[in-house]
Nanobody, 114 residues
Framework: QVQLVESGGGLVQAGGSLRLSCAAS????????MAWYRQAPGKQRELVAA???????NYADSVKGRFTISRDNAKNTVYLQMNSLKPEDTAVYYC????????WGQGTQVTVSS
């Protein structure tokens, strides 16, 4: 059974940084592209960043140059380094497969104050 556990969120002032982690169990991590998503209150969940098993990345325009996605295949873990945070980055952040979605984890709350 696939399990996704996100961590690392918190409250930070605008301009600050956070590093999110996602530990994945089960077969989802093997050979799959992984991604971070976020959902702000009253909005649909959106794709933030994705990374292939080989390390190729892509980002939503709103986070390019500020966020960096990475993965440690040996640890079945994917990370999201978030710098220069803005209030509009406030959301619950989730990780999942990029294309073959598993059940969503609980997510981790990121709140950016102005």
């Amino acid at each position: 059974q696939v399990q996704l556990v996100e961590s690392g969120g918190g409250l930070v002032q605008a301009g600050g940084s956070l590093r999110l982690s996602c530990a994945a169990s089960g077969s989802i991590f093997s050979i799959n592209a992984m991604a971070w998503y976020r959902q702000a209150p009253g909005k649909q969940r959106e794709l933030v960043a994705a990374i292939t098993y080989g390390g190729r990345t892509n980002y939503a325009d709103s986070v390019k140059g500020r966020f960096t996605i990475s993965r440690d295949n040996a640890k079945n873990t994917v990370y999201l380094q978030m710098n220069s945070l803005k209030p509009e980055d406030t959301a619950v952040y989730y990780c999942n497969s990029r294309y073959n979605l598993a059940d969503w984890g609980q997510g981790t709350q990121v709140t950016v104050s102005s």
